[in-house]
């Protein structure tokens, strides 16, 4: 019996973080990265060299 619990305990809690992580996806969705959060555009480019401009 011990045995049994010892190999369903971690197998159920790593079910429970599965659950968990798929929950917070659906009530905290995510927002899509902006142009100037992603440094391979050129939008980001201009940015950076304008900051450094200044």
Do not use: H, N, R, W
């Not at 045995?3 to 305990?9: H, K, P």
């Not at 809690?13 to 050129?42: C, F, K, Q, R």
């Amino acid at each position: 019996m011990a045995v049994l619990l010892a190999v369903f305990i971690p197998v159920l809690m790593l079910g429970v973080v599965l659950a968990l992580g798929l929950y917070e996806d659906l009530v905290l969705p995510g927002t899509a990265p902006s142009a100037a959060d992603d440094p391979g555009t050129a939008e980001a480019a201009e940015a950076a060299a304008g900051q450094a401009d200044q």
